[in-house]
Structure formats: structure tokens, C-alpha cells
């Protein structure tokens, strides 16, 4: 269904393409501003900050290049008084600091603080106290057809923990690897939720696969459960839906908490669960 | 306080006597219907006045007109536009049923027009915010692709704007495209539109008056907050077989009219169809195939089964269809498209009860669906998918029309309508998984609703129309009642000026979501629910209208100020694209519904219009200023917003003249033409780029993937370059043996201004520096059609 737009933007591009010109109005101008982005977890194996700078489009030759930021100062601090400065690691193209070092807990509201040059950015999030597993992750193999393309289907669903506003990501990954470890998997699905109308009850989601590898052998997949704050939420459920300027459809600004520049400061608690085939 | 008590108390004595037929001196009634001489097209809105009593009525919907009057001889005057004035003498001394012929008006001469000739003068008329356009102009003014568009022509009006270049939708004083009651013969049209919004459904042959309500809406309107475009077909002619046919560059089209039974039963049919496909199929390969088309098919029937009954079977059917086939092996074949259209259907009957009460029941069906379908056919087997969307009406209305003396014309009425809504429903056969399923999201729905209203004349110089409407709609366990109060006044200051004053309170119960701006047929029409609150809205108007009888025009100036609340619009982020079927069948809930939200909307502004109607030059001349702002708490971080369309300045110059007339010894000749200017739309424009990235909840550490994602000025907060354009019209007639012949040579875009359709981020010539780039989708544009009456 997004192909009918996209038809009909290369039908006008290519139909009118003698019609295309500079604009004659006058564009807007702005500064460059700082982004910084940090997902904070208890089930990651640390806490990493990444801080760049917006680029102007018009009059600018730079497209997609954003080069880190890695000379600011980086503070990581919670709601109980303790702060850790956050240094640079060059391996993680970030600013990081080790679970053993700055440990993050469910429950505690941790603030990000960064200052470089004349920017001071802030970002604030709370971490959701609970994890929220899958009550069950089942995966069925439906058809193959003489091309080899193989059909999967996979549906899951968990329990919502009552009486709390919750927000969840579930995320899926397929992966064929011999070795140990996620190193080539690949996200297949995505979809973010919120409990709204429905605390306390059961939620679910599927997705069907299509397997056109033809490598043989079943897929398997990581299915992941995120239980996040609402910043994670909402900057997710427009990231995900964002597929680049479309001059027919609402421009979607991107959320931020972030005060004094761009990006988000947010926190999630992961569940994982493995369907093998 | 007591003499303000006696005088109410006098007031309403007043109006009570003046209701009551046959009071105090013998009265009676002279009614019958007004009609085109030789077709008997039967003529809406035709003046009958009484010059020596200065009082009269007007012909409604059918054709129906109706007077009461003590006895005693009269001189009576019926004008109508385009027609000759007739008068005629009566002496009432009994009930009376005369019917009224009228001819043609001769386009030799300028028409007279005196005080006494006189047609319903627009200061004289309590409605105000409502326009007429001649169906003739609708022919002569020139049009995209030579394409005669009844929507494009109401967009030249003040307080009309168009949605994008070349686009059919119409915004009035603020609303949106789905706030517009557009009705065919009594059936309401969802999707108006041809070829994305390019071209408007309604072919211009077959119609035979076109009424736009702007504000100040009768009680007998409901179901939408802006505006009510109603449209009628005509009959056919009851006298003799006649037609029309025209090729064009896009389309070509026919309508032949003429008697079932002489004088009593007549037929229409009209039709369109492009034909660019057609022309190029011989040239595709054989194995691939693509291309587009549009049809459309008006219908009407009728038959006068006595003075006192007719009935009229009416109906309209029409069809897009983008299509590609593909076959890229012998046994292998893909193929898809997309297609919409629109089925109605109307049977009335005219009852008149009384020579005073006249009655129409309607029985009316609608349909608008979408289909998206993609079908691959490998050795035989299949795999299908078909997504559609749509809508479905059952309509029951009985309206009566009643006119117990000169001072009052009351109208009461009732509907039921049987919504049947399908905002999404997916098919899928696959003979490989062996599966073929339906997954289809039905909502059923009423909308009902009663009304009764009153045109009051009050002394020579007051009119008053009260009115109130009581609506309600029931779904799914949940039933909304609403209230709608309506009222126009109207005070005539001078003969030729008045006053008028107008509040209306409207409610919306079915919505059009739409994520784009072109009006793509894939706009969601969709109903309220327990969670999607009707949209309301009331509008204040007031302004003079004033006619130039010497001149022969007439000039209305009004402001108005309007505001609506549960606006719907798409949340931030969400789309069409999101409403799957599948997930409400699981989830049970309307995945739509979760991806809207509601706001509020404002909308001020004032408009000009003069306008002459007769004559040998015709046209008119609207301006309007305007101011249109929106607030959602889910859009915009909760600030206040321009509407997209939200234009302050919209300028509309419309001339045709008609040099000559076509005579047997030389051609006839009209020219036409029309400027438009408008304030640039409102649009939300990137400014900056940053990374963004995607966190992947598998992947250990920073490895995040890196995505490029705009910073955007606030939302609509970039202006577009100003909006103007030209066009120019010139039509040929030859009379020849058996018919009269037209070519009519038109050119959009005189000037080739390069409007803006859409703006993308491109690059400067010869340079890497980003800039802000424009498409123009019509820059001149050439057409030649050639027509034939008979």
C-alpha cells in the first residue's frame, strides 16, 4: 500500500520532471544543535551516551554525516545523589560506563547531563520497575513453494501489569548462525504498544516470515519484550514509522526530551525468548 | 417589563394569525409546477412575485410552487434565470392548479430588467452564504484538459478553497474535504473525485442546478459542518429526442434525453469514459500491460402518474481503475491495481397532498469502496490479495413543503439512514497454504434525524427562518442525540439592500481520516464510535447583499466566524498504512481508532462576491480573507496550528461573454476566461537532519543502527509560494442541418506560471549545496474538444 504513494511520487517526478526548479520562497534558516541519545537498561552490560550535531539542510553539502562528539563533558547521575563522569571509549563510539561501574536499578530515575562549547543538553528518565516476559512465543511453519520461499508464522503474547501505565516494543530477530552469539541477526519485526484500554489483560502480536533464502534449514528467532518508559515509547512508535520525507504524507517530528539540543534519554527492561524450528 | 410583555404577547398573536389559512377573509390557493416550455424540465427556485402586492413565492426543489391569497384578481410575474419573464392575470376566486411555461430566454438581446421584471433578487431572500451557479456557466468556463468541472467552478467562489494544484476537493471557511454534503438527486456521494482528486464525478450534462450553502444551513441540512453542495439531474426532456456528445483530449462522453411517454414520462443518459488506455494498448507488449481509466454513468427516469403524483428513479454509477499485468513466463502471470468508484441510486415520489402541502419520500441507496488488489497466478495455482475499504447507505426521507399563506413556507421532514461502514477487509486466497480467508471490520450504524424550519416574513422589510433539527446516531451500543439549533434572518433596508444575519450548529458523525494531502482514494471514511465523539461545530454569519438592478448584478459582502471541536486527524507518526484488518479481528477494538486523535478548530474570515448572471457578459468577482487554526493536544506538542489550508488571501475573477449567437449565415462565439490567486498553503517544511538511531534490542552495547531523521519547522508553519493562474476559453458554434456543432479551444495556465505543487529537498545546479526544490505539475496545457447538441 505505500507503493501506491510511491508509484504515484515517481509517476509525478518522472511525469513532470521538466517542471522541476528552485523554489522561489524564501527558506528558513536555523543552527546546527546538539543530539544526544541514551538507552539505559538494567539487562544491559552498560550505560552509553551518544552526542552529535544536526545539520542544516539548506545551503549545506553534508548529508548524512555526523561525526560523534567526543571531547564534552558527560555526567551520569540518579535520584540518590551519586554521579559519575562518563568517559569517551573510541571501541564503543560512545560514552559508557560498565554496569560495574555505574550500576543501573529498577525503579531509580537517572539524569544524563552533557556540556561542550556553549550547549548544555539534560535528559531525565525513570527505569520501569518490572520485567515483563512472554507468556508464550509460538512459532509454525506454513507452506513452501516451488521457488523454495518458505512461510512462517509466529504469535506471542503477555500479561500486562496492572494498575501501572506500561509501554512495550516487541521486537523480533531471525538469525542462522553456527556460532554463539546475535552477530548476524537481523530485525524482522517491530511494533511498540501501550496498555491503553487494556491494563491487566493479555496482549499478543504476530507476524508472518517469508524465508526466501533458500539456504535450507529452519529459521530462529530472537523474540524480544521490551517494558519501557514513555520516552522510549514515544520517540519509538514515530522512529519506526518514519520512512523518510514523503511530500504527500504529515511530516512526523521526532520526540525529544532532551533539553538544550535533540535525541532521548529513555530506559527499558528486556525479555528475551528463542523460537527455534 | 410589561410593555415588552405585550408586545411579544402581540408578536406571537401576530404570527399565530398569520399561520392560520383562512382567517378572516375567503382565501385560496393557485399552485402547480413551473417548467421549461417544449422539454418540461421543471425549474427550481423560479420567482412568482405579485409586483402590486410585493409579496411572491419561490418554486422548491421540483418545481412546486404554491400561493394563498384572499380572492380577488391578480397580476402575477415568473422569472428565472436564462428565461423569458411571463406575466399573467388571474382572478382567484377558487383553488387553482396552473402550471407555468417558460421559455427559454432569446440570447439576442440583453434582457430588460425593470423594477418590476424581476428575478429573485438576492437582497429579497433570507438565506444568505449560499450561491448558485448557472449550470450553463459551469459549461462555459474554461477547465484543465477541457474537462468541465462542477467542483473546480465552485471553487472559484469566495470562501471555497481548492485542496493542491488541479485538485477537485473544496475547503469552505475552514473545514476539511470531508465536511462537505455533496448530494446527487437526493443520494449523498463519498469520494467525489476521478483520478486522484484531478477530476470531480459530476458530468456537467446531466445536471440541472448546482446550490452551494456555505453557512446559515436550513434545518432540512445536517450531517456535515461546512457546506452542502446539492446538485440535481434533469429529467430528460418529455417532448422529443435530444443529445449532446463531445470527444476531448481526456474523455469523451454522450447524453441523449427525450419521452418514455409523450408529455408524461421521460429518460436521461449520460456517460463518460477516458480512452488514453485504449489508444495505447496496441502499443504495450504483450506481456506487460499497464494503464488507467475512468467511467461514469448518470441515469434518470421519471413518469407523472397525475397532477398530484410523479415519480422519478435516478441513478449514478461510476469506476477508477489503475491496473498492470505482467506475465513473465508462460505459466506465470502477476497482476494488480487499484480501483474505486461510486454506485447511488434514488427513487422518489412527489405527493402533493393539498393545493398548499407538497411532499417528496425518497428512498435512496449509496456506495464507495476501494479495492487494492495484487493477484500471481504460478502452473496454475494462485496466490490473491484483495484489501478494500468503503462505505454503504440505506436512505428513507420524507420531506413536505408547507405554504399556508405568502408570509409563511414551512418545512418539516424525518430521515433514516442504515450506515454500513467498512473501513478495512482483506481476502486472501492461497492455494499453495491452501488457505482463503476473509477478514473484514464491519461497523453497522443509524443516522437519523427530524427537522422543522420556517421561511417568516414579518411586514414588508423583516424575514426570519427558524429552524431545528434533532439528530441522533446509534452504534454499537452507544447513541448520541444532538440537538441543532438554525437561524437566518434578514432585514431590507431598502428595496434593493439588505441586511442579513445567520447561526447555525452543525454535527459530523461520519469522518474521512486522511494522512495526505492530495485525496488519495485510500482516505478512510469511518463512523463514530464510544470512543470517537461526533465533530460539532457553530458558525455566526453576517453581511449585506445588495442588488444593482440598472447593471444587473448583485454584490454580497459577509463575514462569518466558526468553530469546531472533536476534529479528527491522524496521530503523529500513524497512517493508513497501519489500520489492519487482522489486528482487529484479534484484538477486537478498531485499530483506527487508535490511530487518531481530536482537536479543535477556528475559522474567521470575510467574503465578497459580485456576480451577474445574465445577460450577454456574465461572471463575478470573489474575494475572500480568511483565517483558519487548529489545536491538537497529540499534534504539534499540543500548539496551535495553521490549517494546511488556511489561506489568507483568495482572489476569483470569472468572465464569459458571448459575442454572438450561432445563426444559419455565421458562427456563434463566446470567450471566457478566469484569474485565481491565492496565498500559499500552510506546509511543515525539514529544516535540519540529525542521527537518529533505532535502538536493536539484541545487539549488545552502541551498535545501534544509524538512521538520518529531519528536524521540521513547526507544524504548517512554512509558507508556499503564492498560488495564481489564468485561463482562457474560446467556444465555436456552427449551426449545421441536424445539430449544432462547438469546438472549443481552451489553455490552462495562460502564463505558464510555475505554481508549486510540492517542494523536495534537491540540489543547487551545478553544486553540491542543498536546496529547496519545486515540482509544477500543470504548466501550460493546451486542449481542444469538440461538441455536438441535437
Same mark, same amino acid.
Given at each position: 500500500?505505500?507503493?501506491?504513494?510511491?508509484?504515484?511520487?515517481?509517476?509525478?517526478?518522472?511525469?513532470?520532471?521538466?517542471?522541476?526548479?528552485?523554489?522561489?520562497?524564501?527558506?528558513?534558516?536555523?543552527?546546527?544543535?546538539?543530539?544526544?541519545?541514551?538507552?539505559?537498561?538494567?539487562?544491559?552490560?552498560?550505560?552509553?551516551?551518544?552526542?552529535?550535531?544536526?545539520?542544516?539542510?539548506?545551503?549545506?553539502?553534508?548529508?548524512?554525516?555526523?561525526?560523534?562528539?567526543?571531547?564534552?563533558?558527560?555526567?551520569?547521575?540518579?535520584?540518590?545523589?551519586?554521579?559519575?563522569?562518563?568517559?569517551?571509549?573510541?571501541?564503543?563510539?560512545?560514552?559508557?560506563?560498565?554496569?560495574?561501574?555505574?550500576?543501573?536499578?529498577?525503579?531509580?530515575?537517572?539524569?544524563?547531563?552533557?556540556?561542550?562549547?556553549?550547549?548544555?543538553?539534560?535528559?531525565?528518565?525513570?527505569?520501569?520497575?518490572?520485567?515483563?516476559?512472554?507468556?508464550?512465543?509460538?512459532?509454525?511453519?506454513?507452506?513452501?513453494?516451488?521457488?523454495?520461499?518458505?512461510?512462517?508464522?509466529?504469535?506471542?503474547?503477555?500479561?500486562?501489569?496492572?494498575?501501572?501505565?506500561?509501554?512495550?516494543?516487541?521486537?523480533?530477530?531471525?538469525?542462522?548462525?553456527?556460532?554463539?552469539?546475535?552477530?548476524?541477526?537481523?530485525?524482522?519485526?517491530?511494533?511498540?504498544?501501550?496498555?491503553?484500554?487494556?491494563?491487566?489483560?493479555?496482549?499478543?502480536?504476530?507476524?508472518?516470515?517469508?524465508?526466501?533464502?533458500?539456504?535450507?534449514?529452519?529459521?530462529?528467532?530472537?523474540?524480544?519484550?521490551?517494558?519501557?518508559?514513555?520516552?522510549?515509547?514515544?520517540?519509538?512508535?514515530?522512529?519506526?514509522?518514519?520512512?523518510?520525507?514523503?511530500?504527500?504524507?504529515?511530516?512526523?517530528?521526532?520526540?525529544?526530551?532532551?533539553?538544550?539540543?535533540?535525541?532521548?534519554?529513555?530506559?527499558?527492561?528486556?525479555?528475551?525468548?528463542?523460537?527455534?524450528? | 417589563?410589561?410593555?415588552?410583555?405585550?408586545?411579544?404577547?402581540?408578536?406571537?398573536?401576530?404570527?399565530?394569525?398569520?399561520?392560520?389559512?383562512?382567517?378572516?377573509?375567503?382565501?385560496?390557493? &393557485?399552485?402547480?409546477?413551473?417548467?421549461?416550455?417544449?422539454?418540461?424540465?421543471?425549474?427550481?427556485?423560479?420567482?412568482?412575485?405579485?409586483?402590486?402586492?410585493?409579496?411572491?413565492?419561490?418554486?422548491?426543489?421540483?418545481?412546486?410552487?404554491?400561493?394563498?391569497?384572499?380572492?380577488?384578481?391578480?397580476?402575477?410575474?415568473?422569472?428565472?434565470?436564462?428565461?423569458?419573464?411571463?406575466?399573467?392575470? &388571474?382572478?382567484?376566486?377558487?383553488?387553482?392548479?396552473?402550471?407555468?411555461?417558460?421559455?427559454?430566454?432569446?440570447?439576442?438581446?440583453?434582457?430588460?430588467?425593470?423594477?418590476?421584471?424581476?428575478?429573485?433578487?438576492?437582497?429579497?431572500?433570507?438565506?444568505?452564504?449560499?450561491?448558485?451557479?448557472?449550470?450553463?456557466?459551469?459549461?462555459?468556463?474554461?477547465?484543465?484538459?477541457?474537462?468541465?468541472?462542477?467542483?473546480?467552478?465552485?471553487?472559484?467562489?469566495?470562501?471555497?478553497?481548492?485542496?493542491?494544484?488541479?485538485?477537485?476537493?473544496?475547503?469552505?471557511?475552514?473545514?476539511?474535504?470531508?465536511?462537505?454534503?455533496?448530494?446527487?438527486?437526493?443520494?449523498?456521494?463519498?469520494?467525489?473525485?476521478?483520478?486522484?482528486?484531478?477530476?470531480?464525478?459530476?458530468?456537467?450534462?446531466?445536471?440541472?442546478?448546482?446550490?452551494?450553502?456555505?453557512?446559515?444551513?436550513?434545518?432540512?441540512?445536517?450531517?456535515?459542518?461546512?457546506?452542502?453542495?446539492?446538485?440535481?439531474?434533469?429529467?430528460?426532456?418529455?417532448?422529443?429526442?435530444?443529445?449532446?456528445?463531445? &470527444?476531448?483530449?481526456?474523455?469523451?462522453?454522450?447524453?441523449?434525453?427525450?419521452?418514455?411517454?409523450?408529455?408524461?414520462?421521460?429518460?436521461?443518459?449520460?456517460?463518460?469514459?477516458?480512452?488514453?488506455?485504449?489508444?495505447?494498448?496496441?502499443?504495450?507488449?504483450?506481456?506487460?500491460?499497464?494503464?488507467?481509466?475512468?467511467?461514469?454513468?448518470?441515469?434518470?427516469?421519471?413518469?407523472?402518474?397525475?397532477?398530484?403524483?410523479?415519480?422519478?428513479?435516478?441513478?449514478?454509477?461510476?469506476?477508477?481503475?489503475?491496473?498492470?499485468?505482467?506475465?513473465?513466463?508462460?505459466?506465470?502471470?502477476?497482476?494488480?491495481?487499484?480501483?474505486?468508484?461510486?454506485?447511488?441510486?434514488?427513487?422518489?415520489?412527489?405527493?402533493?397532498?393539498?393545493?398548499?402541502?407538497?411532499?417528496?419520500?425518497?428512498?435512496?441507496?449509496?456506495?464507495?469502496?476501494?479495492?487494492?488488489?495484487?493477484?500471481?497466478?504460478?502452473?496454475?495455482?494462485?496466490?490473491?490479495?484483495?484489501?478494500?475499504?468503503?462505505?454503504?447507505?440505506?436512505?428513507?426521507?420524507?420531506?413536505?413543503?408547507?405554504?399556508?399563506?405568502?408570509?409563511?413556507?414551512?418545512?418539516?421532514?424525518?430521515?433514516?439512514?442504515?450506515?454500513?461502514?467498512?473501513?478495512?477487509?482483506?481476502?486472501?486466497?492461497?492455494?499453495?497454504?491452501?488457505?482463503?480467508?476473509?477478514?473484514?471490520?464491519?461497523?453497522?450504524?443509524?443516522?437519523?434525524?427530524?427537522?422543522?424550519?420556517?421561511?417568516?416574513?414579518?411586514?414588508?422589510?423583516?424575514?426570519?427562518?427558524?429552524?431545528?433539527?434533532?439528530?441522533?446516531?446509534?452504534?454499537?451500543?452507544?447513541?448520541?442525540?444532538?440537538?441543532?439549533?438554525?437561524?437566518?434572518?434578514?432585514?431590507?433596508?431598502?428595496?434593493?439592500?439588505?441586511?442579513?444575519?445567520?447561526?447555525?450548529?452543525?454535527?459530523?458523525?461520519?469522518?474521512?481520516?486522511?494522512?495526505?494531502?492530495?485525496?488519495?482514494?485510500?482516505?478512510?471514511?469511518?463512523?463514530?464510535?464510544?470512543?470517537?465523539?461526533?465533530?460539532?461545530?457553530?458558525?455566526?454569519?453576517?453581511?449585506?447583499?445588495?442588488?444593482?438592478?440598472?447593471?444587473?448584478?448583485?454584490?454580497?459582502? !459577509?463575514?462569518?466566524?466558526?468553530?469546531?471541536?472533536?476534529?479528527?486527524?491522524?496521530?503523529?507518526?500513524?497512517?493508513?498504512?497501519?489500520?489492519?484488518?487482522?489486528?482487529?479481528?484479534?484484538?477486537?477494538?478498531?485499530?483506527? !481508532?487508535?490511530?487518531?486523535?481530536?482537536?479543535?478548530?477556528?475559522?474567521?474570515?470575510?467574503?465578497?462576491?459580485?456576480?451577474?448572471?445574465?445577460?450577454?457578459?456574465?461572471?463575478?468577482?470573489?474575494?475572500?480573507?480568511?483565517?483558519?487554526?487548529?489545536?491538537?493536544?497529540?499534534?504539534?506538542?499540543?500548539?496551535?496550528?495553521?490549517?494546511?489550508?488556511?489561506?489568507?488571501?483568495?482572489?476569483?475573477?470569472?468572465?464569459?461573454?458571448?459575442?454572438?449567437?450561432?445563426?444559419?449565415?455565421?458562427?456563434?462565439?463566446?470567450?471566457?476566461?478566469?484569474?485565481?490567486?491565492?496565498?500559499?498553503?500552510?506546509?511543515?517544511?525539514?529544516?535540519?537532519?540529525?542521527?537518529?538511531?533505532?535502538?536493536?534490542?539484541?545487539?549488545?552495547?552502541?551498535?545501534?543502527?544509524?538512521?538520518?531523521?529531519?528536524?521540521?519547522?513547526?507544524?504548517?508553519?512554512?509558507?508556499?509560494?503564492?498560488?495564481?493562474?489564468?485561463?482562457?476559453?474560446?467556444?465555436?458554434?456552427?449551426?449545421?442541418?441536424?445539430?449544432?456543432?462547438?469546438?472549443?479551444?481552451?489553455?490552462?495556465?495562460?502564463?505558464?506560471?510555475?505554481?508549486?505543487?510540492?517542494?523536495?529537498?534537491?540540489?543547487?545546479?551545478?553544486?553540491?549545496?542543498?536546496?529547496?526544490?519545486?515540482?509544477?505539475?500543470?504548466?501550460?496545457?493546451?486542449?481542444?474538444?469538440?461538441?455536438?447538441?441535437?
Amino acid at each position: 500500500m505505500k507503493s501506491t504513494l510511491n508509484i504515484w511520487i515517481l509517476f509525478c517526478l518522472i511525469a513532470f520532471s521538466a517542471c522541476q526548479r528552485v523554489a522561489t520562497v524564501k527558506v528558513p534558516q536555523t543552527d546546527p544543535l546538539p543530539v544526544m541519545f541514551s538507552f539505559l537498561s538494567p539487562e544491559s552490560e552498560g550505560s552509553a551516551v551518544t552526542l552529535t550535531m544536526s545539520v542544516p539542510i539548506f545551503g549545506s553539502n553534508s548529508y548524512g554525516n555526523f561525526d560523534p562528539i567526543a571531547n564534552a563533558q558527560v555526567t551520569l547521575s540518579d535520584n540518590n545523589g551519586n554521579s559519575k563522569v562518563m568517559p569517551y571509549s573510541i571501541l564503543n563510539t560512545a560514552y559508557y560506563l560498565d554496569q560495574t561501574e555505574f550500576k543501573i536499578n529498577p525503579g531509580m530515575t537517572y539524569t544524563i547531563e552533557a556540556k561542550f562549547k556553549e550547549y548544555t543538553l539534560k535528559g531525565t528518565t525513570t527505569i520501569p520497575l518490572v520485567m515483563v516476559p512472554f507468556e508464550e512465543v509460538i512459532g509454525e511453519k506454513l507452506a513452501s513453494d516451488p521457488n523454495g520461499t518458505e512461510r512462517y508464522f509466529l504469535k506471542m503474547k503477555w500479561k500486562d501489569q496492572a494498575s501501572i501505565k506500561n509501554y512495550y516494543r516487541v521486537n523480533l530477530e531471525d538469525f542462522k548462525s553456527s556460532t554463539p552469539g546475535d552477530t548476524n541477526a537481523f530485525s524482522v519485526g517491530d511494533k511498540m504498544y501501550s496498555d491503553e484500554g487494556k491494563d491487566g489483560q493479555i496482549l499478543s502480536d504476530k507476524y508472518e516470515y517469508f524465508d526466501y533464502s533458500l539456504s535450507g534449514g529452519a529459521p530462529s528467532f530472537n523474540a524480544y519484550l521490551l517494558n519501557t518508559d514513555i520516552h522510549y515509547y514515544e520517540y519509538h512508535k514515530r522512529r519506526l514509522n518514519y520512512y523518510g520525507d514523503d511530500p504527500f504524507s504529515e511530516p512526523v517530528q521526532q520526540y525529544s526530551n532532551v533539553k538544550g539540543g535533540l535525541g532521548v534519554v529513555c530506559s527499558y527492561r528486556k525479555s528475551k525468548s528463542q523460537v527455534l524450528l | 417589563m410589561k410593555t415588552t410583555k405585550l408586545k411579544c404577547l402581540g408578536l406571537l398573536i401576530y404570527l399565530f394569525c398569520s399561520l392560520t389559512p383562512n382567517a378572516q377573509t375567503s382565501k385560496f390557493t &393557485i399552485s402547480g409546477y413551473i417548467k421549461e416550455s417544449g422539454s418540461q424540465e421543471l425549474l427550481l427556485g423560479a420567482s412568482i412575485a405579485i409586483p402590486a402586492l410585493k409579496t411572491g413565492t419561490t418554486s422548491n426543489n421540483y418545481g412546486f410552487y404554491s400561493l394563498t391569497l384572499p380572492a380577488g384578481k391578480y397580476a402575477f410575474l415568473v422569472s428565472y434565470i436564462g428565461f423569458e419573464p411571463k406575466a399573467f392575470s &388571474i382572478d382567484l376566486q377558487k383553488n387553482i392548479e396552473w402550471d407555468i411555461l417558460l421559455q427559454p430566454a432569446s440570447a439576442l438581446k440583453e434582457l430588460v430588467v425593470s423594477a418590476e421584471k424581476q428575478q429573485a433578487r438576492l437582497s429579497e431572500v433570507t438565506r444568505m452564504s449560499v450561491i448558485e451557479i448557472p449550470i450553463q456557466q459551469i459549461k462555459d468556463i474554461p477547465a484543465l484538459l477541457g474537462e468541465k468541472d462542477v467542483l473546480k467552478v465552485l471553487q472559484l467562489l469566495p470562501g471555497v478553497q481548492k485542496g493542491g494544484e488541479g485538485n477537485s476537493g473544496i475547503y469552505v471557511r475552514g473545514g476539511g474535504p470531508d465536511q462537505n454534503l455533496i448530494i446527487l438527486d437526493d443520494a449523498i456521494v463519498y469520494n467525489a473525485f476521478h483520478l486522484f482528486g484531478f477530476f470531480s464525478l459530476f458530468n456537467g450534462d446531466a445536471l440541472k442546478s448546482v446550490e452551494l450553502t456555505k453557512g446559515g444551513f436550513p434545518a432540512r441540512y445536517g450531517g456535515r459542518l461546512s457546506s452542502v453542495v446539492e446538485m440535481n439531474m434533469k429529467e430528460g426532456n418529455k417532448e422529443k429526442l435530444k443529445g449532446e456528445a463531445g &470527444i476531448g483530449i481526456l474523455s469523451s462522453r454522450f447524453l441523449l434525453e427525450g419521452p418514455i411517454i409523450k408529455g408524461k414520462s421521460s429518460f436521461l443518459v449520460s456517460a463518460r469514459r477516458t480512452y488514453f488506455d485504449a489508444l495505447t494498448r496496441p502499443f504495450l507488449p504483450a506481456t506487460n500491460k499497464a494503464g488507467y481509466y475512468f467511467y461514469d454513468l448518470n441515469a434518470k427516469a421519471n413518469y407523472e402518474i397525475n397532477n398530484k403524483n410523479k415519480l422519478f428513479l435516478s441513478g449514478y454509477f461510476g469506476r477508477d481503475n489503475f491496473y498492470f499485468s505482467s506475465k513473465y513466463a508462460d505459466n506465470a502471470i502477476d497482476k494488480g491495481g487499484l480501483k474505486w468508484g461510486n454506485v447511488t441510486g434514488t427513487l422518489r415520489w412527489n405527493h402533493q397532498y393539498t393545493p398548499q402541502i407538497f411532499a417528496n419520500s425518497s428512498l435512496v441507496f449509496s456506495d464507495y469502496k476501494f479495492q487494492l488488489y495484487q493477484e500471481s497466478t504460478y502452473n496454475g495455482s494462485v496466490y490473491a490479495m484483495r484489501y478494500y475499504s468503503g462505505i454503504r447507505d440505506y436512505t428513507l426521507k420524507h420531506d413536505i413543503d408547507y405554504r399556508p399563506n405568502t408570509n409563511h413556507t414551512i418545512k418539516v421532514g424525518a430521515q433514516l439512514i442504515r450506515h454500513q461502514f467498512v473501513p478495512s477487509a482483506i481476502v486472501v486466497k492461497d492455494d499453495y497454504a491452501g488457505t482463503n480467508q476473509e477478514i473484514k471490520n464491519t461497523i453497522y450504524a443509524w443516522e437519523n434525524a427530524i427537522y422543522a424550519e420556517d421561511d417568516i416574513k414579518i411586514g414588508p422589510r423583516f424575514r426570519l427562518n427558524p429552524g431545528l433539527r434533532f439528530s441522533h446516531f446509534q452504534v454499537t451500543g452507544k447513541n448520541y442525540f444532538k440537538p441543532e439549533p438554525r437561524l437566518s434572518m434578514a432585514y431590507k433596508v431598502k428595496s434593493d439592500l439588505s441586511i442579513k444575519g445567520s447561526y447555525a450548529m452543525m454535527n459530523q458523525y461520519v469522518h474521512l481520516i486522511s494522512n495526505t494531502s492530495v485525496g488519495l482514494p485510500t482516505d478512510l471514511w469511518v463512523p463514530s464510535t464510544k470512543n470517537t465523539l461526533p465533530q460539532t461545530s457553530w458558525q455566526v454569519a453576517g453581511g449585506i447583499a445588495k442588488d444593482f438592478i440598472e447593471k444587473n448584478f448583485a454584490l454580497s459582502l !459577509e463575514g462569518y466566524y466558526k468553530e469546531g471541536s472533536n476534529i479528527i486527524a491522524y496521530k503523529e507518526g500513524a497512517s493508513f498504512f497501519d489500520t489492519d484488518p487482522a489486528d482487529a479481528s484479534v484484538s477486537g477494538t478498531n485499530t483506527w !481508532e487508535q490511530n487518531i486523535t481530536r482537536g479543535r478548530m477556528w475559522s474567521y474570515g470575510a467574503e465578497l462576491l459580485i456576480q451577474k448572471k445574465t445577460g450577454n457578459f456574465t461572471g463575478w468577482i470573489g474575494y475572500t480573507l480568511s483565517w483558519t487554526q487548529m489545536q491538537f493536544n497529540e499534534l504539534n506538542f499540543g500548539q496551535k496550528f495553521w490549517a494546511r489550508y488556511d489561506r489568507r488571501h483568495d482572489i476569483s475573477l470569472v468572465g464569459i461573454y458571448k459575442v454572438r449567437d450561432e445563426t444559419a449565415s455565421h458562427n456563434g462565439i463566446k470567450i471566457s476566461g478566469t484569474w485565481v490567486y491565492g496565498t500559499g498553503n500552510a506546509i511543515t517544511l525539514p529544516i535540519a537532519e540529525y542521527d537518529a538511531p533505532v535502538h536493536q534490542p539484541g545487539h549488545p552495547g552502541s551498535n545501534f543502527y544509524y538512521n538520518t531523521a529531519s528536524q521540521y519547522t513547526s507544524r504548517n508553519q512554512f509558507r508556499m509560494a503564492p498560488y495564481h493562474r489564468m485561463d482562457f476559453g474560446v467556444q465555436v458554434q456552427k449551426k449545421m442541418k441536424h445539430w449544432v456543432r462547438t469546438w472549443e479551444f481552451s489553455v490552462y495556465n495562460l502564463y505558464n506560471r510555475y505554481n508549486p505543487y510540492f517542494y523536495y529537498i534537491g540540489y543547487e545546479p551545478n553544486s553540491f549545496k542543498r536546496t529547496l526544490m519545486q515540482i509544477t505539475l500543470f504548466p501550460i496545457v493546451p486542449s481542444l474538444s469538440w461538441n455536438i447538441k441535437f
